[in-house]
């Protein structure tokens, strides 16, 4: 049995972050609220019968071709394709749609529909992104802010009924924002006329993309995780007997099967733990660094593959809605504009990773960042690194955290500052840090945001100190670990440790351990 780090994926893996990518992993605000009647898996909903991957796929259809070519090439080129005639073509194109009636639990236990929902939100995103300058009834930038009507037809800011029009008017005029978004979709190559192969392999990838989540079809008894992008990546490498239909539909273009295997099995590269800053480098680059270096020789075709796994990161992360038909509500509603231009900027630093290591790049990208540019002239140089990503963790201000952070009493202080910069490398920082003085791993604490995050109104420095008790506590626990790696440190009741925090932080610290496999164990008092 192949055995990979048990993680809750991306959307994933939850939705991290109050206003940032971990928001669209946990929180309840953007979990389905209720069923969508107008967005039926298909006329017979009843739950499909079968007990693993290899008899689920034997109910289904065979892949369409001609339809995926249409959606691709329609898509960029006809005006007058609808979000409703792109959707009839999808469905028809990738039978794998319908394993969301699978019977059985689901990771994350949002439900089959839910998931089949959020994957309609990603494709209507590409749809809608790729057509970005078209007008008319069926504009993508319409769409994408406003909707679509019964029809398919693009709504407009004209709409009165349109709910939060004000945000969703201010999101369509945000030229800066919309500068950024066409140059990822133009530079990744997705609105060529002439050439849809790209397009047809990110159609194909966003249909399977979360059909894992399904718990009947992971082959537990070949691998052992609860990360539904590596058990798709080892099925897509390693059970051709019977193939996806979707994927095997890409034969014919071996570059899109490879920037498909290339997402989901090579990067093993979590993106929202980079913009949030809640991994230490080693841990982030590890892997990317290692297919980085295979192809030092062909960097343009590295920045391509990268490129394609970024449109890939941000139409899924888009899509992320129990109302798919309803336009974008996680970037217009949900995040403020500032965290989702700073998605673009980690983007632009992961892509310069050829050229640099990963310590700097880390470095370099905390230094773009606002929290950067605040700690720089606002804090002490050795200090630069840990209060930076306190603020990119905890989203809660730059003032209001620093104020949080002097307001700890020295012995956390020196903690936070001197964990916060262990790289998890051979490399230390070369500025921004402490002296290099811890022996042993760096710790990754897996929802340490979301513990900053909760108290950040009332209660952050509590928060703080008691995320300075369980990097002690991990420290004691792993100090005979070798440096130049990374642990996780599992947090999977931030709650309950949020509200301890601000109850008595003293007495939670007191109540906390962390365990050999770096779960953090939790006393509950008299």
Known sequence: MTSYPTKDAKLLSVLWVQVCFALLLSAPALRPEKE???LQLNNEPEPLEC??????????????PAAAERAAHQTVNDPAYTLNDFETDCKAAFPELELYRVKGGTLGNRGGEAEYQRTLGALFSVYWLVRKDMEGDASGMDGFC???DSSGRSKTEQDETIKNLSKRTAFKHNSEVWAQIDNLTTNAGFKSKTDTTLLRSMLALTAIHDIMKIE???????IDTTDHDLALGYVLKHQTEYPLPSYQMLSDIPAGQNKVLFALAEMNFNFGHMVQAEAPPGALFKDLMGVIHKMRDTPAELDKQLLFYFFHWFTDLAGATANPKGGNEIFILKLPTVVLLNFFNAMSHVRNLGSGDETQVYLDYLRSTPAGVFVKDNAQPQEFVALTRLILMSQAGELAVKDAFTALDPESKRTLTEELSVTGTDTPFPEGAPPSSKEGPAFLVYYGPKLLQLNKKDG?????QLLAGIFAKARAEFAQRPSGQTMTIMLEDPQGLAEAAKAGVADAIGRLSVDAEGKVAWQEGD
Do not use: W, Y
Request: aromatic share 4%; charged share 15%; glycine share 6%.
């Open 36 to 38: 969508h009647a107008e």
């Open 51 to 64: 007990s693993d991957l290899k008899s689920c796929l034997a109910l289904l259809g065979t892949a369409n």
């Open 146 to 148: 406003f909707g679509v």
């Open 216 to 222: 009947a079809l992971i082959p537990k008894n070949e």
């Open 460 to 464: 952050l420095s509590a928060s703080m």
